[in-house]
């Protein structure tokens, strides 16, 4: 586990995952053409309930892997899986 800084929206902050979920993070980020950084904010922004940022990222990362297999092979994307 490491500890990571960040920003969101202005705020420092911080967050602490395993090397495998910022890895995962990273590559959500890539894929989507937008920031570390921009990512959490929104993962952060889509919390029902006050908690563990860092609990919530985890989450996503997983919903994100495990729907990941489900894209249809029109999908741009899907050629990165190959």
């Known amino acids: 586990m490491r500890k990571h800084s960040v920003s969101i929206r202005g705020h ?6 395993e090397n495998a979920f ?6 959500m980020a890539r894929e989507r053409g937008i920031a570390v950084a921009g990512l959490i904010a929104e ?8 908690g563990n940022l860092s609990s919530a990222i985890r989450v ?14 029109d ?3 899907s050629a990165d899986r190959a």
Do not use: E
């Open 43 to 50: 993962i952060d922004g889509a919390r029902k309930s006050p």
């Open 22 to 27: 910022m890895d995962a993070l990273r590559q």
């Open 60 to 73: 996503a990362v997983l919903d994100w892997a495990l729907n990941r297999g489900h894209r249809s092979p």
């Open 12 to 17: 420092r902050t911080s967050i602490t995952l």
């Open 75 to 77: 999908d741009p994307d």
